[in-house]
């Protein structure tokens, strides 16, 4: 999605919403591609074609004349470990010295730079019942509670009887 970006080293805790809001102003000139959902299907995984995904949002920015491409990436094992902070999950390593997370390894070995957490990439508050039907079971208290394929817990308020889910992502930046 391209937009306007003033400084993809310096990027906003707001991340998939950041770049929706940001590519829908009709003041700017774009000068940035975003990525909003890179994704690679099981069956297809480990056979490079996340690179080739990449290079080609990489071409596509050089094509427009674009400065380079950032994307708000969503670490595939993070669900694993919901209640790990992501400035620490970043800095897990594999036993061969690389980053842990596969998709973040991807995007490393395709020339991608962290500049950063996206902390609120995309925030989703919806009433409990929905938070209940997703994770399978009711919540008798107010408080966080891991959902399914959640990076992060989802902070239930049943005084408001709505539950808000802060999906966390990590920031990459391409130069075109």
């Not at 099981?42 to 400065?67: E, N, P, T, W, Y």
């Not at 962290?114 to 009433?127: L, Q, Y």
Request: glycine share 10%.
């Amino acid at each position: 999605m391209p937009f306007y970006c003033d400084d993809p080293a310096r990027l906003p805790a707001e991340g998939w919403d950041w770049i929706v809001e940001s590519a829908g102003r009709a003041d700017t000139t774009p000068n940035m591609l975003g990525g909003l959902g890179v994704s690679v299907p099981q069956v297809h995984r480990s056979k490079g074609l996340a690179r080739l995904v990449i290079k080609a949002m990489r071409d596509m920015a050089v094509q427009c004349g674009f400065d380079g491409v950032v994307i708000p990436v969503r670490p595939t094992s993070k669900a694993q470990h919901p209640d790990v902070a992501m400035a620490d999950y970043i800095t897990w390593r594999d036993d061969n010295g690389r980053a842990y997370d596969p998709w973040l390894r991807s995007h490393l070995a395709a020339g991608g730079r962290i500049v950063g957490e996206a902390t609120r990439s995309m925030v989703v508050e919806e009433p409990v019942p929905f938070w209940e039907t997703w994770a399978g079971r009711t919540f008798d208290a107010s408080g966080r509670y891991e959902i399914p394929g959640g990076l992060a817990p989802v902070s239930v308020d049943l005084e408001r009887g709505v539950g808000r889910y802060e999906e966390p992502n990590v920031w990459f930046s391409y130069a075109a």
